[in-house]
């Protein structure tokens, strides 16, 4: 049930409806728009939503679906009907296209039988013709012109007809050349035709020096057209022959008209499938639009939204290149019911709407602008109460309207009714107004109501304090600049601010004075609270996103150095490994050499040359191939500048370094006057006043920088270790799209064609969860099912270019 009858302009929802239709392609998908009602049957409602959202993924991750030629035959369909009666041949040619349409359609969804349930089924049972296609193909063509080959008897007709026309042509050039060369026509003159008949253009005046028929002149009756005598009787024949030609043509639409006769019902059938396709496309389209999506759907009254945003607000602030604040908020069985205060021109009546119109909209069929995880619930009514509706007609005044609707929302709603009303209790004296406004609040509330109701009055909002079943938000507002900031926060009343407005605005000081003594103290005292409430909720607010962002922060700095620990330890042992790959190598040639060496003595039996050729041979190669360089840590420029040398007793543990020199080592014990420091694998003993100690605060930044430019350095061990198939099963949604985000990262870098995604079915929002982040990827090609055998639903495969 719907209050008042008006109730979608109020909310906007007609403007809704317009946009709907510009998204559709035909009148077929518009006449759907026309038919959207507002539903409270929970499993109809579902099933419209889930096939706008299944809607939704082809556009933005399939492809193949049909996007043109969504014409409406149905119009011809009367035509049809009465016997031996004919389409003409452009009608058959749109028949032909919006047939191939819904042929098109039915096979997107065969070779897909598991991807969009809730989309096929609306095809489950429709009886479909294909051979009607082949038949009116058979008789036109893709210009939407008969065949010459529509029948033998048509070719035969076509035969005669150019032949003759061709002869009559010849006839009318030599007779017209004749003519030119006597001057009776101009040189550019051409043969042409008048009323069905071919002639030739002459000069007016010469009109009588040539036997025939004057069928035309020009508009200046300078020239006429004129058909010579000697070919009447061929301008005849073709006449006869284009009458032969027309009367087979009307036989052969004729029968191809009989052939589709049969097939009306279930042709009404198929174009309403193809309607519902285009109405289904628009509603995607729309929710693509508004960034809309399916949340979570519960059989009970509930609202729970995360970031809800105006639809119609979305795209007006989007085309202006701006942002709008989103929305939170939470009406359950402990908090039914929401009094919302705060300033005027704060965003009450904006929070109200965006309400009404976002469960209007989901109950009609719609997507909703919000986050995923969000909860949409079911009401079998919503009632509303925005605007003036005094009434002279009627003789109603703007407080008379209200009650009248007051008295209605009493009558008639329950807990399974949602209320909406604007300024409530205004329209007479305040007093009695915020009186009348709290007894029909706590009768409302009594009928466990859901519902949501903005004002000014203090004593609504001490009874939503007071009151189980009522809760208070308020709209904020900055204190110290005094301008609304639209965003709603549930839990505190708020203040109208109207002495602080009326003070910034230049309000004479007088008139502030005795406003505050008129209000009296404990009214000013009330709203000084809430406002200082407001202020510090603010800073509270603004110190702890501080705080968010450093443990964000921190919580970074902690992964980078797990993350280069574990790279340092994995790249030691491969060093290590490397090192002794190497070195069996080099003992493998030393041998090598050492046995060439005393084979080479053997053969030359030992000469005094030979051998000191062979000695020579050797030492190179210990020289240059076995030789050892070290490679210690030099330090950039720029980390130069950062260490710092300090003073004090170099003792061991101490980072130094010898004076004059950037290379840094660590001490690792005190010998008398010297000292044994390790500079990476090397380990030295240096005279204690050789060396410099460092300060190891800057030693550790010099580290950190160091860390980072290494942060992406296990590129190759990730490439080595990347499986192309992750299974996230039993996470929650937050956790789990960290990991696919991770995942899609390293595949993409990877090159890999195709990854699989292991996610389970549940009840599938991790499954929409994680195909919603897939869509951000442009080098995601596609996603499907996994085979019923492997997994079916509860697998995603994704395809990359």
């Known amino acids: 049930m719907l209050y008042p009858d008006n109730i979608e302009q109020k909310l906007g929802f007609d403007k809704i409806r317009e946009l709907l239709k510009k998204e559709c392609i035909s009148n077929l998908g518009q006449s759907f728009v026309d038919k959207i009602r507002f539903l409270n049957h929970f499993e109809l409602i579902d099933k419209l939503a889930k096939q706008t959202a299944e809607f939704c993924d082809i556009l933005q991750i399939d492809e193949g679906f049909p996007q043109s030629n969504y014409i409406d035959a149905t119009i011809f369909f009367p035509k049809i009907l009465p016997e031996n009666s004919f389409l003409l041949e452009e009608e058959f040619f749109d028949l032909k296209l919006s047939l191939k349409t819904i042929f098109e359609c039915l096979k997107f969804f065969k070779k897909r039988p598991h991807l969009y349930p809730q989309l096929q089924e609306l095809s489950k049972y429709l009886v479909f013709e294909a051979d009607l296609i082949g038949e009116i193909e058979l008789i036109i063509d893709d210009k939407g012109q008969m065949r010459a080959d529509a029948s033998f008897e048509l070719r035969k007709i076509r035969e005669k007809l150019s032949n003759a026309q061709v002869q009559l042509r010849k006839q009318l050039e030599r007779i017209l050349k004749a003519v030119?060369?006597?001057?009776?026509?101009?040189?550019?003159?051409?043969?042409?035709?008048?009323?069905?008949?071919?002639?030739?253009?002459?000069?007016?005046?010469?009109?009588?020096?040539?036997?025939?028929?004057?069928?035309?002149?020009?508009?200046?009756g300078q020239t006429v057209y004129l058909e010579p005598t000697e070919v009447i009787d061929m301008n005849n024949e073709i006449r006869e022959l284009e009458y032969a030609e027309r009367r087979e043509i009307i036989k052969i639409l004729t029968i191809l008209t009989n052939k589709i006769r049969p097939y009306l019902i279930p042709l009404k059938d198929s174009y309403r499938f193809l309607g519902l396709m285009d109405f289904i496309r628009a509603k995607a389209k729309f929710a693509i639009k508004t960034r809309a999506i399916n949340p979570q759907f519960q059989k009970k009254t509930i609202i729970n939204w995360q970031n809800t945003k105006h639809p119609l607000?979305?795209?007006?602030?989007?085309?202006?290149?701006?942002?709008?604040?989103?929305?939170?908020?939470?009406?359950?069985?402990?908090?039914?019911?929401?009094?919302?205060?705060?300033?005027?021109?704060?965003?009450?009546?904006?929070?109200?709407?965006?309400?009404?119109?976002?469960?209007?909209?989901?109950?009609?069929?719609?997507?909703?602008?919000?986050?995923?995880?969000?909860?949409?619930?079911?009401?079998?009514?919503?009632?509303?109460?925005?605007?003036?509706?005094?009434?002279?007609?009627?003789?109603?005044?703007?407080?008379?309207?209200?009650?009248?609707?007051?008295?209605?929302?009493?009558?008639?709603?329950?807990?399974?009714?949602?209320?909406?009303?604007?300024?409530?209790?205004?329209?007479?004296?305040?007093?009695?107004?915020?009186?009348?406004?709290?007894?029909?609040?706590?009768?409302?509330?009594?009928?466990?109501?859901?519902?949501?109701?903005?004002?000014?009055?203090?004593?609504?909002?001490?009874?939503?304090?007071?009151?189980?079943?009522?809760?208070?938000?308020?709209?904020?507002?900055?204190?110290?600049?005094?301008?609304?900031?639209?965003?709603?926060?549930?839990?505190?009343?708020?203040?109208?601010?109207?002495?602080?407005?009326?003070?910034?605005?230049?309000?004479?000081?007088?008139?502030?004075?005795?406003?505050?003594?008129?209000?009296?103290?404990?009214?000013?005292?009330?709203?000084?609270?809430?406002?200082?409430?407001?202020?510090?909720?603010?800073?509270?607010?603004?110190?702890?996103?501080?705080?968010?962002?450093?443990?964000?922060?921190?919580?970074?700095?902690?992964?980078?150095?797990?993350?280069?620990?574990?790279?340092?330890?994995?790249?030691?042992?491969?060093?290590?490994?490397?090192?002794?790959?190497?070195?069996?190598?080099?003992?493998?040639?030393?041998?090598?050499?050492?046995?060439?060496?005393?084979?080479?003595?053997?053969?030359?039996?030992?000469?005094?040359?030979?051998?000191?050729?062979?000695?020579?041979?050797?030492?190179?190669?210990?020289?240059?191939?076995?030789?050892?360089?070290?490679?210690?840590?030099?330090?950039?420029?720029?980390?130069?500048?950062?260490?710092?040398?300090?003073?004090?007793?170099?003792?061991?543990?101490?980072?130094?370094?010898?004076?004059?020199?950037?290379?840094?080592?660590?001490?690792?014990?005190?010998?008398?006057?010297?000292?044994?420091v390790m500079v990476g694998e090397l380990k030295s003993i240096i005279k204690l006043n050789r060396l410099e100690k460092i300060n190891r605060k800057i030693e550790r930044e010099v580290k950190k920088e160091v860390s980072r430019s290494f942060s992406g350095i296990d590129l190759n061990e990730k490439f080595m270790n990347f499986s192309s198939k992750i299974d996230v099963r039993g996470d929650r949604g937050e956790d789990a799209i960290k990991k696919i985000q991770e995942f899609m990262d390293t595949a993409l870098l990877t090159s890999v064609n195709e990854v699989t995604i292991v996610h389970g079915k549940g009840d599938g929002i991790l499954r929409k969860l994680i195909r919603i982040e897939l869509k951000k990827y442009k080098a995601v090609q596609s996603m499907k099912d996994e085979h019923a055998d492997r997994g079916g639903d509860g697998v995603t495969i994704v395809k990359l270019s």
């Not at 030739?200 to 020009?218: L, N, T, Y």
């Not at 404990?522 to 202020?535: A, S, T």
């Open 180 to 220: 030119k060369s006597e001057g009776f026509a101009k040189d550019d003159a051409q043969i042409t035709v008048r009323e069905g008949r071919f002639v030739i253009p002459m000069q007016a005046e010469s009109k009588r020096k040539i036997k025939g028929f004057v069928h035309d002149e020009s508009a200046t």
């Open 313 to 676: 607000l979305f795209l007006h602030f989007e085309a202006q290149k701006r942002t709008v604040v989103p929305l939170h908020i939470v009406l359950q069985d402990n908090n039914r019911l929401l009094v919302i205060s705060g300033p005027n021109a704060g965003g009450k009546s904006i929070a109200l709407k965006t309400v009404g119109l976002t469960q209007y909209m989901y109950q009609s069929g719609l997507l909703v602008t919000m986050n995923i995880d969000s909860t949409m619930g079911v009401f079998n009514d919503i009632f509303i109460d925005m605007g003036d509706e005094q009434s002279l007609e009627n003789d109603l005044s703007t407080y008379s309207s209200h009650l009248k609707s007051m008295k209605y929302f009493l009558d008639m709603a329950d807990q399974k009714s949602l209320i909406l009303i604007d300024e409530f209790g205004t329209g007479t004296e305040p007093e009695m107004g915020g009186a009348m406004a709290q007894s029909i609040l706590f009768e409302l509330n009594n009928s466990r109501t859901f519902g949501i109701v903005t004002t000014h009055y203090a004593n609504l909002k001490h009874l939503a304090d007071k009151q189980e079943g009522l809760i208070n938000g308020r709209m904020l507002f900055d204190s110290e600049k005094l301008e609304p900031l639209y965003q709603l926060e549930i839990g505190q009343a708020g203040s109208s601010f109207a002495l602080e407005i009326a003070q910034k605005i230049g309000m004479p000081k007088k008139v502030m004075e005795n406003a505050r003594n008129n209000a009296g103290k404990q009214r000013v005292d009330y709203d000084d609270l809430l406002r200082r409430l407001e202020i510090e909720t603010k800073q509270f607010q603004d110190k702890n996103k501080i705080v968010t962002e450093r443990e964000s922060q921190l919580k970074n700095l902690t992964a980078e150095y797990e993350k280069l620990k574990n790279y340092l330890e994995t790249e030691k042992k491969r060093i290590l490994n490397q090192a002794k790959i190497e070195a069996q190598e080099v003992i493998k040639n030393a041998n090598q050499k050492i046995e060439n060496a005393v084979a080479s003595i053997k053969q030359n039996q030992a000469e005094k040359e030979s051998i000191k050729a062979v000695r020579k041979e050797i030492e190179v190669f210990l020289k240059e191939d076995l030789k050892v360089e070290h490679i210690p840590y030099t330090p950039t420029q720029e980390e130069k500048e950062k260490i710092e040398v300090i003073a004090g007793e170099i003792v061991a543990g101490d980072r130094v370094r010898v004076k004059g020199q950037s290379t840094i080592g660590e001490v690792t014990a005190i010998k008398g006057k010297d000292a044994e």
